[in-house]
């Protein structure tokens, strides 16, 4: 399974050179290739068909427009594609909704001094996210896997989880932090 | 003001951020803050390539789904049915119109001897320059080659203009059906010319392969040709 991974990121990037030298057929092979993934992606985070169609053709217009930025050494074709897929989803669910939640929930920035367990420290060798996972609390777990799968905010999580947003906020910076910490370690 | 201390406070603090961006629990205003930072902060950009590695796991759980089938038709009208737009002209090294003017095929080489003064059209003495012109059969573009023995010193000259922000171009040697050998990325701005290692000089010679590769900037990750190959050519055909 590996190998065949291997083999089809491989072939993404390649296509994605290909795109970035404006070659139509590629970026067609690419389509091909990685619509169905992406079209996942804005069906799970959108919720609605229609939405999910529209930001899928937006999706394949930045790849077109943007291919010459793929960099290999920033992380593999398909987590660059899927970046992509999820930043635009997440931006039409945010746009989408009403300007007094985004007010109540923009918040301060990250202060995680806050938190004892500050003491990143880079390494390159990292472990499973799942392994890390399994770490956290379930209910945090949950929350910060719903937050990427779902692309809820934490004014949504607070709601689905019945805590103050301010608590949830707490919960997945601190579960962040663990994170990172375990997959450095 | 940099204290280590801060330092390390400062990085956490950018380590949270990226993790909430990579997550998406960030709402729009602070979304924005981070994707404008993202354009200019290299350092910054790693910490969120990193996230989004570590949690590509995740994406896992999107089911996946074939979009209606006339989508594609749709993406492709919305792309190439519109004027084309204007690209900005810069220096060949990051003029997108060049890249795209160049076709993918090996290109046809025409390679001459430039002999110093005296001793034009004669055989080459050791230290004359070696010179090759790399073009491609369907575009006005071509790279002319200056290899200078001894200084070790190559140059490539694009001789009609064009390229790609954030690419970079590696030249590579190829020698028979072996694998490609990196010779040198070239900078992206600046006259074209690269300096080859001094082990590698006694190997440009009759009969070897030029080629010359898109990378991702700063060069191939692996070692070897990633991109595609834009023009190539054989010293001495």
């Not at chain 2, 970079?168 to 990196?182: N, Q, T």
């Not at chain 2, 006694?202 to 060069?219: H, I």
């Amino acid at each position: 399974m590996a190998a065949n991974d291997d083999r089809d990121e491989a072939e993404v990037a390649r296509l994605i050179a290909r795109v970035a030298l404006a070659d139509r057929k590629a970026f067609a092979a690419l389509y091909q290739r990685t619509s169905r993934k992406l079209f996942g992606v804005c069906l799970r985070m959108l919720q609605d068909r229609a939405d999910a169609e529209e930001a899928v053709q937006e999706i394949f217009i930045k790849v077109w427009n943007n291919a010459g930025a793929y960099r290999a050494d920033m992380g593999r074709p398909m987590t660059w594609l899927f970046a992509i897929a999820r930043n635009h989803a997440l931006d039409m669910r945010r746009r989408r909704r009403q300007a007094s939640v985004e007010l109540d929930e923009a918040g301060e920035i990250a202060d995680p001094q806050a938190g004892p367990e500050e003491t990143a420290v880079m390494t390159s060798e990292g472990r499973r996210i799942e392994d890390c996972m399994q770490q956290l609390e379930k209910d945090r777990a949950d929350a910060v896997r719903s937050a990427y799968v779902e692309g809820l905010s934490y004014l949504e999580l607070a709601g689905l989880h019945g805590v103050p947003l301010n608590t949830m906020r707490t919960w997945l910076r601190r579960s962040l932090i663990k994170l990172r910490e375990c997959m450095d370690r | 003001m940099t204290t280590p201390e801060n330092k390390r406070s400062d990085r956490s603090r950018d380590e949270v951020l990226a993790g909430e961006y990579v997550l998406g629990v960030l709402p729009l205003p602070d979304r924005l803050r981070v994707e404008h930072r993202l354009r200019t902060d290299k350092a910054f950009q790693e910490i969120v390539a990193r996230w989004q590695e570590n949690l590509a796991s995740f994406n896992d759980d999107y089911a996946a789904e074939a979009p209606p089938s006339w989508l594609y038709a749709s993406v492709e009208k919305k792309l190439f049915n519109t004027a084309a737009a204007d690209q900005p002209k810069g220096l060949i090294w990051s003029s997108l119109a060049f890249w795209r003017g160049l076709t993918l095929v090996t290109m046809s080489a025409a390679i001459f001897f430039a002999a110093s003064a005296g001793g034009l059209f004669h055989k080459p003495a050791a230290t004359a320059p070696l010179v090759a012109t790399m073009g491609s059969a369907n575009s006005s573009i071509s790279l002319v080659t200056l290899f200078d023995r001894q200084t070790g010193r190559l140059k490539v000259t694009p001789v009609a203009a064009g390229a790609e922000k954030s690419k970079s171009l590696e030249l590579w040697l190829i020698e028979g059906d072996s694998a490609p050998v990196p010779l040198g990325v070239f900078p992206d701005a600046g006259d074209g010319s690269i300096v080859i290692p001094p082990d590698m000089r006694n190997r440009l010679k009759d009969g070897v392969t030029l080629a010359v590769s898109l990378e991702p900037f700063g060069g191939s990750p692996t070692g070897k040709p990633t991109g595609p190959v834009v023009a190539s050519g054989k010293i001495g055909a």
